[in-house]
């Protein structure tokens, strides 16, 4: 499912376990809307420029974790985004991307906004 970004709208929140796909020529910025205690999966495809991923990062690592970072033979990359179990909020996850032999600092090449939407609560 490529490029799977639920709107922030409430009723179209992911719950549970969902998994974000970026391919060469999708967009370099996506939203996406999740319940608390989601699992995103990451897959960033190889990039069709000489650069490789290298990294994510989590601008609230309160609200959404980003860990298990893999990189595979054939430049796929991964990551787990762990979002927060009971509370609310939003978070910028950052893909980042460089030439292997290119001194300097790895550049922002995709970018998640995140938001950890609450479920209602009654009463």
């Not at 595979?72 to 950052?94: F, P, Q, W, Y």
């Not at 600092?105 to 950890?116: E, N």
């Amino acid at each position: 499912m490529p490029g799977t970004t639920p709107s922030a709208s409430a009723g179209s929140c992911a719950a549970g376990h969902t998994q974000v796909t970026v391919s060469p020529g999708d967009a370099v910025e996506q939203r996406l809307c999740v319940r608390p205690g989601t699992v995103v999966s990451l897959v960033l495809r190889p990039r069709t420029d000489d650069k490789r991923w290298t990294a994510v990062q989590s601008s609230a690592p309160v609200f959404v974790l980003a860990s298990g970072w893999q990189v595979a033979a054939d430049g796929t990359a991964r990551a787990s985004l762990r979002c927060a179990g009971t509370r609310g909020g939003t978070a910028v996850i950052t893909a980042l991307a460089k030439a292997p032999d290119v001194a300097g600092a790895a550049r922002a090449a995709f970018t998640l906004h995140v938001s950890v939407v609450p479920y209602p609560t009654n009463g």
